[in-house]
Each structure stands twice: as structure tokens, then as C-alpha cells.
């Protein structure tokens, strides 16, 4: 794990846009570079490194200025990933991605209120609880994809 001290390069990136899309890639883009550093050094592996920019606003910016509404985005299965840490929810949501949790694959859990797992995001999730764990779909896709670098 790296301070944001140890990488200004990457710390000060503009993450609010208009387009998510465009902050993922433009995020990518400049993690790309950095990423190919790291790969020489042989400290890591590869494909097992993930970079989550963690920050204090949501990503979109509206006409007028004000925030939108895209929390988090990220590549499925990819190494670059975006989230607000307006939520726990957000970052472990993403997380899940990179580790390739679908959305398809959440449930709503029922213990005397509905709640939600960490990758269901639907017009009704404000209404319930949060479970704070993935699905056990969710779950198998995320040690299915670790489980192809042993």
C-alpha cells in the first residue's frame, strides 16, 4: 500500500467530470504509466494489483456545478477503480468489481428489514438496509477469480 505522499504523481489527479467514463479512463491512463514501473520492479504481481482512488466527492459535476451522482466506477476485473468514501459501501463495492463481483449476482437479505449486499445497486437501495458482505454468488466470483493465481 502506498501514502499518498509516495505518489504525488497520482494523488493530485482531478477525478470530477461530467462522465465517469472519462474519470475512469483518464484515472487509468495515468495509473497505466505508473503500473509499468511497478511491473519492472518485480514487487508485485501484476495482475493481483489493484488501485482504488479513494475520494471525498462523488465523481460527477453537473452543468452547474454541483455533484452528481456516480459514487464509484471501475473496471470489471481491471486494476483501476474510483469511489467516494461517502459510503462504506462504495469502495468495497468497487473492490468487488476489480475482484469480479457482478451486480447480477447481489441479493436482498431479509432478517426483519430487507438489506441489501455490497453490489446491489437498484432505484430501491436507499430504502434498505446495507447487509456489509457480498452475496455467496458474489462471494464464489471473487475466489473464483483469486483462485486463478495460485
Known amino acids: 500500500m502506498y501514502r499518498h505522499d509516495e ?7 482531478n477525478y470530477r467530470n461530467e ?3 472519462a474519470a475512469l479512463q483518464g ?21 493481483l494489483t489493484k488501485v482504488l482512488l479513494l475520494t ?7 452543468a452547474s456545478g ?4 456516480t459514487r464509484g466506477i471501475s473496471w470489471y476485473k481491471g486494476h ?4 467516494a468514501i461517502t ?6 463495492h468497487e473492490i468487488g468489481h476489480m475482484l469480479g463481483a457482478k451486480h447480477e449476482d447481489s441479493e436482498v437479505i431479509y432478517d426483519g428489514w430487507w438489506h441489501d449486499t ?6 430501491f437501495s436507499s430504502m434498505r438496509g446495507n447487509a456489509h458482505r457480498y452475496s455467496d454468488k458474489n462471494r464464489e466470483n471473487i475466489r473464483n477469480y483469486l483462485d486463478r493465481f495460485e
Open 19 to 21: 462522465d465517469s467514463n
Open 27 to 47: 484515472w487509468t491512463d495515468l495509473i497505466n504509466d505508473w503500473f509499468i514501473t511497478l511491473k519492472k520492479s518485480g514487487e508485485h504481481t501484476p495482475s
Open 118 to 123: 455490497i453490489m446491489l445497486t437498484d432505484e
Open 7 to 13: 505518489v504525488a504523481e497520482l494523488s493530485g489527479y
Open 66 to 69: 454541483l455533484l452528481g451522482g
Open 80 to 83: 483501476c477503480a474510483i469511489a
Open 87 to 92: 459510503s462504506t459501501h462504495v469502495p468495497a
Open 56 to 62: 471525498r466527492n462523488n465523481i460527477n459535476v453537473t
